[in-house]
């Protein structure tokens, strides 16, 4: 069975820094583009970065482009996300997940097979 499990979320203060991970397994985690998502309370899921199954390209959001870093360790079948300056609206939950298309498609769909439950993240100001 296919898992995605997040975690590293918490409480920050503005400006400051955290780092999420999520380990896969029950999947061939090389073969698959990776992406993270957040919903913040009262709004709709929004793409936030995604990479593709080799880590060679990656896609961000416009609203954490300089400050979000995406990345994947296919060894330890891992994606990570380094989020730095963090900002209050920032806060949401955020969740990770798979998918065998095109990591560039998942901006533009959100179309994923798997999907994590997700850790909160809640930025203070």
């Known amino acids: 069975q296919v898992q995605l499990v997040e975690s590293g979320g918490g409480l920050v203060q503005a400006g400051g820094s955290l780092r999420l991970s999520c380990a896969a397994s029950?999947?061939?985690?090389?073969?698959?583009?990776m992406g993270w998502f957040r919903q913040a309370p009262g709004k709709e899921r929004e793409f936030v970065l995604a990479?593709?199954?080799?880590?060679?390209?990656?896609y961000y959001a416009d609203s954490v482009k300089g400050r979000f870093t995406i990345s994947r360790d296919n060894a330890k079948n891992t994606v990570f996300l380094q989020m730095n300056s963090l900002k209050p609206e920032d806060t949401a939950v955020y969740s990770c997940a798979a998918t065998m298309r095109s990591s560039r498609d998942i901006a533009n769909t959100g179309r994923m097979e798997y999907w994590g439950k997700g850790t909160l993240v809640t930025v203070s100001s």
């Open positions: 029950g999947l061939t985690f090389s073969r698959y583009a």
């Open positions: 990479i593709n199954w080799s880590g060679s390209s990656t």
